[in-house]
């Protein structure tokens, strides 16, 4: 059974930090790009950083210079780094393993990150 599982997120004033964790079971972890979305409340689904199998690394514009994807082969988590939190970084945060060749694509539950001002 694969799991993914959030972690790290809460209230934060604006210019603070946190940092979350995604732990995964039940998969083998380097195969999989891994990736963190976030969905604020009357908005869709967006991208915010992506770490692939293979070593490359993309951010969404609004995050450049702020957050920082980072990943564990060893511990089967993938970390996301948020610095210089705005009000508009305010969403739950989601966890994406996604194996395209094989058409394999997991998320976690989600964990919310609230950003005041």
């Known amino acids: 059974q694969v799991q993914l599982v959030e972690s790290g997120g809460g209230l934060v004033q604006a210019g603070g930090s946190l940092r979350l964790a995604c732990a995964a079971s039940?998969?083998?972890?380097?195969?999989?790009?891994v990736n963190w979305y976030r969905q604020a409340p009357g908005k869709g689904r967006e991208l915010v950083a992506e770490?692939?199998?293979?070593?490359?690394?993309n951010y969404a514009d609004s995050v450049k210079g702020r957050f920082t994807i980072s990943r564990d082969n060893a511990k089967n988590t993938v970390y996301l780094q948020m610095n210089s939190l705005r009000p508009e970084d305010t969403a739950v945060y989601y966890c994406?393993?996604?194996?395209?060749?094989?058409?394999?694509?997991?998320w976690g539950r989600g964990t919310q990150v609230t950003v005041s001002s």
């Open positions: 039940g998969i083998i972890f380097s195969n999989y790009g």
């Open positions: 770490s692939t199998s293979t070593g490359s690394i």
């Open positions: 994406n393993a996604e194996f395209r060749a094989y058409r394999l694509n997991y």
